[in-house]
């Protein structure tokens, strides 16, 4: 448990409304990310964060807008869901250790209908 | 561009000893993953080997790597009906990983 809160854990919503999802670390690591999981794709990422104010997209990009202005906080925004965007979304951070490794938020299930 | 396969389903008995397969294409990963989900959860760390190794033995769990043959292995020893879970695999090229879809291993009593 790399200290890593997500919220809401579950959010319902409708096409075209926008939707922020929060993710905050307890440490400071360096890097963070976000992720979609969804049946059939396994984990996709959307975006990273190498440190604060240093985002860059990932394999999935569209359709989302992330910030962090403090290393702690990666919010990602969707400014006008559609349904495709119905998913399980996980935050996760990379510790500085030999491995490279990453650990995961539990993750927001967002419903968009 | 880079790619993780690995297969969907794996049903073993308790107490045997599982296998879960994993093939990918980038050969500059640096190190190679596997975590496991258990339903509604997020993703845990299992365990992870670095390109230069052949194995790496953690408890219950072996990892081999075939750098030649882009081919990762777990092996649960023992399996337990409580490692029942999904099980991915995930290369790391820089500082992202690109994920396997899954496999979901079912322990039977």
């Known amino acids: 448990d790399a200290g890593i809160t997500q919220s809401p854990r579950y959010k319902i919503t409708e096409t075209g409304r926008q939707v922020t999802l929060m993710c905050h670390q307890t440490?400071?690591?360096?890097?963070m990310f976000w992720y979609r999981q969804d049946l059939g794709h396994g984990l996709r990422l959307i975006y990273y964060?190498?440190?604060?104010?240093?985002?860059d997209k990932g394999e999935v990009p569209d359709g989302y807008v992330v910030s962090r202005s403090k290393t702690e906080n990666f919010p990602l925004t969707l400014e006008s869901a559609t349904r495709s965007q119905t998913s399980v979304y996980f935050c996760?951070?990379?510790?500085?250790?030999?491995?490279?490794?990453?650990?995961f938020g539990p993750g927001t299930r967002l419903t968009v209908l | 561009g880079e790619d993780v396969e690995q297969s969907l389903f794996l049903s073993v008995r308790e107490g045997d000893s599982s296998v879960i397969n994993c093939t990918y294409t980038?050969?500059?990963?640096?190190?190679l993953y596997w975590y496991k989900q258990e339903p509604g959860a997020g993703l845990q760390l299992l365990t992870y080997?670095?390109?230069?190794?052949d194995m790496k033995q953690d408890q219950r769990l072996t990892v081999l790597l075939n750098k030649k043959d882009k081919h990762l292995s777990l092996r649960i020893a023992d399996t337990q009906t409580g490692d029942s879970a999904i099980y991915f695999c995930?290369?790391?090229?820089?500082?992202?990983?690109?994920f396997g879809k899954g496999t979901m291993l079912l322990v039977s009593p």
């Open positions: 996760a951070i990379m510790t500085s250790g030999s491995g490279n490794e990453q650990f």
């Open positions: 440490w400071s690591h360096s890097y």
């Open positions: 964060s190498a440190a604060a104010d240093i985002t």
């Open positions: 980038d050969s500059s990963s640096t190190y």
């Open positions: 080997i670095f390109s230069n190794m």
């Open positions: 995930a290369e790391s090229i820089s500082s992202t990983l690109t």
